[in-house]
Nanobody, 123 residues
Framework: QVQLVESGGGLMQAGGSLRLSCAASGRTFSSARMGWFRQAPGKEREFVAAISASGLRTNYGDFVKGRFTIARDNAKNTVYLQMNSVKPEDTAVYYC????????????????WGQGTQVTVSS
């Protein structure tokens, strides 16, 4: 199995910045495409961003509009989500996920999921 642990969530004022981290263990991190998802209260889980195993390709959800950046540091087995200009509607539990299938791009299935980290943006 793969263990994914998110961190970096918390309370932030609108317009501020936040960096989420996802530490991976149990498999070769560099072989996995990684993704970020979020789920707001009363809403379905939605795609935020994905990054290829090498970091050469990225993909973002339509709502990001240039505010978020996904990155990875394979030496640290960690994927990041840099969140800038956060808005109250960004309030959600943010999850990271790993895809080891590497069949298509962007990934359509993720094999492992973290427990999530809460991001709350105040007005």
């Amino acid at each position: 199995q793969v263990q994914l642990v998110e961190s970096g969530g918390g309370l932030m004022q609108a317009g501020g910045s936040l960096r989420l981290s996802c530490a991976a263990s149990g498999r070769t991190f560099s072989s996995a495409r990684m993704g970020w998802f979020r789920q707001a209260p009363g809403k379905e889980r939605e795609f935020v961003a994905a990054i290829s195993a090498s970091g050469l390709r990225t993909n973002y959800g339509d709502f990001v509009k240039g505010r978020f950046t996904i990155a990875r540091d394979n030496a640290k087995n960690t994927v990041y989500l840099q969140m800038n200009s956060v808005k109250p509607e960004d309030t959600a539990v943010y999850y990271c996920a790993a895809d080891f299938s590497k069949v298509v791009w962007p990934p359509v299935e993720y094999n492992y999921w973290g427990q999530g980290t809460q991001v709350t943006v105040s007005s």
